[in-house]
């Protein structure tokens, strides 16, 4: 059973050209500050819930279990799902250590109206990080609806303690991919646009940060995928300059 967080009284997936030495430099500059892996990545995959996200709602059920997958080859994975919906409804799961037992709560919610919420989101991610470390915060939504003064302080929070914050927008919103690209700039994360056609390249992303939250920058040096490169790309700040999707 989930539980309460909310406060009470291009078409396909892209992302952007990337500069090879920016990126050397940043895999430089992170092992020197010893950046190292503890073997279990910890991440939080949050969703728009809201009514128009039921076909992305169930395409990540599917998805989610990839994560755990590539994950397995460099450690262990836990994963935990938060998601917003409705007049203020906003919940954490438990976290959930492999695809069946996740994609179990996935099946028992369903999308409903309601506006956006991603600042408890954000909030909630470092709440959780404050008890044990949070590797990395998937979020995954279409739109924005709130103050981007609040979601950029509360996610430069999330940077100061080292939660990138990985971002994947479906859709063309101006708002949204604003708010995002400069969440994900504060946290050292990525964004990346998407639509429902590409889940294939959805799916070897999202591992990607699986295997960053469980075997850290050397794990994802090391595989050297398109998808790999692509993450290091936006991790380095080099791919959030460039062309937009």
């Known amino acids: 059973m989930a539980r309460s967080i909310t406060n009470k009284p291009k078409d396909a997936l892209t992302g952007t050209k990337s500069s090879q030495g920016e990126i050397a430099a940043f895999l430089k500059a992170a ?11 910890r991440v939080v995959l949050a969703l728009d819930a809201t009514m128009s996200r039921q076909p992305t709602w169930d395409m990540a059920c599917t998805i989610q279990a990839d994560m755990f997958k590539s994950a397995a080859d460099v450690g262990s994975l836990l994963m935990q799902l938060v998601y917003f919906r409705g007049i203020g409804e906003c919940r954490a799961s438990k976290w959930a250590e492999d695809g069946g037992s996740l994609a179990a709560m996935m099946s028992r919610i369903d999308c409903r109206g309601g506006h956006t919420q991603i600042l ?13 470390r949070v590797n990395a915060l998937i979020y995954i939504g ?19 303690r080292g939660v990138p914050v990985f971002l994947f927008q479906e859709g063309h919103d101006a708002r949204a991919e604003e708010a995002f690209r400069e969440i994900a700039r504060v946290t050292k994360g990525g964004w990346f646009r998407f639509d429902r056609n590409s889940a294939s390249v959805l799916s070897r992303l999202l ?26 790309a936006q991790m380095s700040g080099s791919g959030n300059k460039g062309e937009r999707g």
């Open 31 to 41: 092992k020197a500050a010893g950046q190292t892996s503890t073997g279990t990545g």
């Open 120 to 132: 408890k989101v954000l909030k909630h991610a470092a709440k959780e990080h404050a008890r044990n």
């Open 142 to 160: 279409d739109a924005m609806e709130e103050n981007v003064d609040d979601l950029v302080q509360a996610a430069g929070e999330l940077g100061l």
């Open 207 to 232: 591992s990607a940060i699986a295997v960053y939250a469980t075997g850290g920058l050397q794990a994802l040096e090391s595989r050297a995928s398109r998808e790999d490169r692509l993450l290091l």
